[in-house]
């Protein structure tokens, strides 16, 4: 077992009692190599729609067709607004596995998504993506990947059940860090199915956006807006596509439990408290009832972290900390995560992701294993690795999840309805990497909060370099 105890205040701040893996170098990717495309990328998004959404063409930084993306207002050009011999190459690379462009639109970072008016096989994949990849103003032709929530649920009550909390074997001892600080004056976004009103929530929360794209996934009647209210995510089996969901799906309010865990309201008398339960909490709407495009994911990285998103307003709240409880299975980091990723920390965002759930190496699941995040897997109640975690050399450091096979879940905050939102605040237990990121995403408010000059660099070694072996 280790601990992290920093000194971030003129006393020693005993933070989190969590499990690190610790890594030499920030963003080292410790063997996995990101790069432009893959057929084994490419053959797993194609045999299975559920991962993807079409594809995403990265043009070149300083590019004529990158610079005429990112100046279009509107959001709604996407090819249109790139060289006629770029539209061109698209339409050839359609032609030749017989499919057309029935949809595209300007995304964050000079990329223009592209869906097309059927699903590919892996081969036709492989030979439309060298197709558009001849364009000498491509940087990159990636699957634009589907994301999912990492929870899962269980149930209890109040800040008597928040072990994660507490000091002992598997928990934070966050309580005594709140002599120095409860993160007032840091900014969390949380890039999740949205957030539900809660009052014991609402004093934290600031101005956020609605990135879903798709008007029946996001079940609002729209696409992007400035509503980032979780509509929630009920769908009957097979409402998204042939398979997804398997089964009818309840609403888990995933995202209010998220914001709950970084920064519900303490010493209020009503329900759990946060990690930093003074932090401002922005939710970015970026998952609905059939997951998260990533088109939609990266444009959300951009706009949480103060960048400019074509067609939306900027964000007048650019965030210290952005969590991501959320993952896609792809052997290697997409470029268009990365960029995104990448421009982010330079504006000064620490970004905190969940290892996902599926007991594997987190090297296969995207965003993990891309460079410059901090990667959080999970642990229980004992402080043990927690059953379902992804594990690796990825895996930065491990949190508090939960884990039901052993003990209990994380308490947080949600809705009391399984289907639309009802305006009744409730209290539940979910399990997950997804509790796990939030955690961490709370911690680094707390740092951020007594010195906010801190880059995101010199947190993430904060956090390697003050773990102390117990016991």
């Not at 080292?28 to 797993?44: F, L, M, R, Y």
């Not at 976004?189 to 609402?202: E, I, K, R, S, W």
């Not at 969940?354 to 891309?370: E, L, T, V």
């Not at 050399?393 to 399984?418: E, Q, W």
């Amino acid at each position: 077992m280790r601990t992290i105890c920093a000194a971030l205040a003129s006393g020693a701040l005993a933070l989190a009692p969590v499990v690190v893996n610790t890594v030499d170098v920030f963003g080292s990717d410790h063997g996995t190599k990101a790069q432009t495309t893959t057929t084994q990328t490419t053959k797993a998004a194609a045999s299975d729609k559920a991962q993807t959404d079409g594809f995403i063409i990265t043009y070149k930084e300083g590019s004529e067709n990158a610079a005429a993306i990112e100046g279009d207002d509107s959001g709604d050009q996407g090819l249109d607004a790139v060289s006629q011999s770029s539209q061109d190459t698209v339409a050839d690379a359609g032609a030749a596995v017989d499919a057309e462009v029935t949809d595209t639109a300007s995304g964050a970072e000079g990329t223009a998504t592209v869906a097309l008016d059927r699903e590919l096989s892996a081969s036709e994949t492989e030979k439309f993506i060298n197709e558009v990849s001849s364009d000498e103003s491509v940087e990159s032709v990636e699957p634009n990947l589907i994301a999912t929530p990492d929870a899962a649920e269980v149930n209890d009550p109040y800040f008597s059940q928040q072990w994660s909390l507490k000091h002992n074997a598997g928990g934070t001892d966050v309580v005594d860090a709140w002599a120095y600080t409860k993160g007032a004056g840091s900014v969390v976004a949380f890039l999740d199915t949205g957030m539900v009103p809660h009052a014991d929530l609402n004093r934290n929360v600031v101005a956020g956006m609605d990135f879903i794209s798709d008007p029946k996934s996001a079940g609002d009647g729209d696409g992007r807006d400035g509503n980032p209210v979780d509509n929630g995510e009920a769908m009957p089996a097979n409402g998204c596509w042939t398979g997804f969901p398997k089964y009818d799906k309840q609403s888990g309010w995933h995202g209010t439990h998220v914001a709950g865990i970084i920064a519900a309201q303490a010493n209020n008398g009503i329900g759990v408290a946060g990690v930093a339960p003074d932090a401002a909490i922005q939710p970015i709407r970026v998952m609905g009832k059939c997951g998260g495009a990533a088109s939609d994911i990266i444009a959300a990285i951009t706009w949480a972290s103060g960048g400019h998103v074509p067609g939306m307003v900027d964000n007048p709240t650019p965030a210290d900390v952005i969590n991501m409880s959320l993952s896609s299975q792809s052997s290697t980091c997409p470029a268009y995560y990365q960029q995104a990723i990448d421009a982010a920390v330079g504006r000064g965002s620490t970004i905190v992701v969940a290892a996902g759930n599926s007991k594997q190496d987190a090297r296969n699941y995207a965003p993990a294993n891309c460079n410059n995040v901090i990667v959080v897997g999970a642990t229980a109640e004992d402080g043990g690795q927690a059953s379902y975690t992804n594990f690796g050399p990825k895996v930065d450091v491990s949190a508090p999840g939960g884990d039901m096979n052993v003990s209990r879940g994380i308490l947080s905050t949600v809705n009391s309805s399984t289907d639309q939102p009802n305006g009744k605040d409730s209290i539940k237990e979910l399990q997950g990497t997804s509790m796990a990121a939030p955690h961490v995403s709370g911690l680094v408010a707390l740092m951020k909060s007594v010195n906010p000059d801190l880059t995101p660099a010199q947190v993430r070694e904060i956090l390697r370099t003050q773990v102390l072996k117990i016991g």
